[in-house]
Nanobody, 125 residues
Framework: QVQLVESGGGSVETGGPLRLSCKAS???????MGWFRQAAGKERAGVAV???????YYADSGKGRFTISTDNDKRTVHLQMNTLQPEDTAMYYC????????????????????WGQGTTVTISS
């Protein structure tokens, strides 16, 4: 059983940065970790994913503004978000999947096995 604990959400003004972190425990060696978000009234959507081999995948909404990374021990994943906009307001969830994924699958919420409790990100205009 994988446990995910998120931190770093909050409220910032338009254009500001936020850094989300998620610490995983109980995981298998080969895996992917990712960030998804769900705005009010919308479906959960992929934001960014990083896998054990170093591959990263980004949704178009975050390219050039968001960066996903892990600590050296691969147990903690970070999402650095810059130039935040009101449309980035959402509940952000950390997710974990054992094994490998393809680029086509990476941002599909339904393939991910474990989820964190979510952390709120609010961008004020």
């Amino acid at each position: 059983q994988v446990q995910l604990v998120e931190s770093g959400g909050g409220s910032v003004e338009t254009g500001g940065p936020l850094r989300l972190s998620c610490k995983a425990s109980g995981y298998t060696a080969t895996n992917c970790m990712g960030w998804f978000r769900q705005a009010a009234g919308k479906e959960r959507a992929g934001v960014a994913v990083i896998c054990t081999g170093g591959s990263t995948y980004y949704a178009d909404s975050g390219k050039g503004r968001f960066t996903i990374s892990t600590d050296n021990d691969k147990r903690t994943v970070h999402l650095q978000m810059n130039t935040l906009q009101p449309e980035d307001t959402a509940m952000y969830y950390c997710a974990f999947k054992g094994g490998r994924i393809t680029a086509a699958q990476a941002l599909w919420p339904w393939i991910w096995q474990y989820w964190g409790q979510g952390t709120t990100v609010t961008i004020s205009s």
